[in-house]
């Protein structure tokens, strides 16, 4: 009979799904209530910084999905493409503008790293189920 060790598995899929939503928290930054009088028009420093650690952190998920075999090498590369190409993005706005970006570009970023994130999600079968299941049940319905 084959042994199976879940504890291993479990215990690094469940890293990783809590440092995701940690590592957004830590990139968001401290959030301007809604009367406050300044808007930052750049990111600088630290959340430049959480930007490239959050690319780092899905790019290791991808990693983790593909070694415990929950998603397909093709998956795995489609995925890690996107993420190069939102971190080559990021890297560029940032050199262009001495290591700043620009804060539309900066949640534009961190809009399409979230997608990624979820997509990768969905492809393991973590992500989140809604409705009824007849459209397969991930979000978006429909």
Do not use: C, W
């Amino acid at each position: 009979m084959r042994s199976f060790n879940p504890t291993l598995r479990t215990a690094a899929l469940t890293a990783f799904f809590i440092a995701i939503p940690l590592a957004g928290a830590y990139a968001a930054g401290h959030h301007k209530g809604t009367l406050d009088a300044t808007d930052p028009t750049d990111m600088t420093g630290p959340r430049v910084e959480a930007l490239m650690q959050q690319v780092q952190g899905v790019r290791q998920g991808i990693v983790d999905a593909r070694q415990a075999n929950n998603i397909t090498p093709a998956v795995a590369e489609r995925l890690e493409m996107r993420t190069v190409r939102i971190n080559q993005a990021a890297e560029k706005i940032a050199a262009s503008d001495h290591g700043r970006i620009p804060a539309a570009q900066y949640h534009e970023l961190l809009r399409r790293l979230d997608n990624v994130d979820q997509r990768l999600r969905v492809d393991t079968g973590s992500g989140f189920l809604m409705g009824d299941g007849s459209d397969g049940g991930t979000y978006p319905n429909g």
